[in-house]
């Protein structure tokens, strides 16, 4: 994968879930015969700005198969029983599609927690949880799942169990080494000057920043060089250690966690446990004939 830094990420990611669905998609049955089933549900979770696109994108170059990018948006509707009819035809069209990488950004404005003690879950967005638990535990799906959040902790742990989007990484801030590689990414396609040591040295007074922010400091350079006419990127072109570590202390990115899953539920079947969905999720309530607020 052509992202810097994030080895970790990255090698968990072609162990679990890259190499079984590659093999898988080529024929190759050594996977099946020891009765591992690829990962067709992917959460990628962690602050905004950390990578998480690029790793859905990623996968799917990876695989050679069509990517489709959804957001909340999309999915949503005002009227009554709508969202869940456009959920349904979403898999709908991808059964027809066959293998490709469905990317659901904001996961948790769609697969929020249903049983808020607040009171202030909407019965719609109840149900669009529920039809996503629906299209998940269907047998045969060739769409691969990946969704990604930078609010973790909203997300509903009934769509996390087996056999659902049960594979969990954490794309996180990046680390020195990461942050090195992700430098240098970003430099790679233009003249630069820069040696491995000025890399490290803005690698190292860059804790803390996320890959987009490391971006913008990159863009930033690139234009500062533009201005001046010069022939390459130089160091001058960054800001001085000091105002760096300063943007670095200006930043504070949250970190949540996934909720547990309850592993005494964690049956890994295909049909949905009746926990997980509630039947008056799917009463009729007068299809597409009311709005809701």
Known sequence: MDIGGYYEVKEALNQRVLKPLRTTLEGDDRYERFGIQPSRGIMFYGPPGTGKTMFARALAGELGIPFVELSPGDVTSRWVNASTEQIQVLFQEAQVLGPCVIFI???EHLFGARTLGDGTIHAEDRKVTSEFLVQLTKENREA??????????DIDSAILRPGRLSAHFEVGLPDEEARHAILNVHLAAVP????????TEL???????TGAELK???EDARRKAAERDAECVEREDFPPNEELEELSDMRNHDIEELP???ENNATGTSTPDTTDIDAEDFEDSGQGTRGYH
Request: proline letters at 3%; a negative charge; glycine letters at 6%.
């Open 203 to 209: 690698a190292s007074h860059t804790a803390g920043l």
């Open 144 to 153: 691969i799942v990946v969704s990604a959040t930078n609010r973790p902790a």
């Open 192 to 199: 630069s000057e820069l040696s491995g040591e000025d890399l």
């Open 105 to 107: 950004d904001e996961a």
């Open 260 to 262: 547990r899953v309850d």
């Open 216 to 218: 913008d400091i990159v």
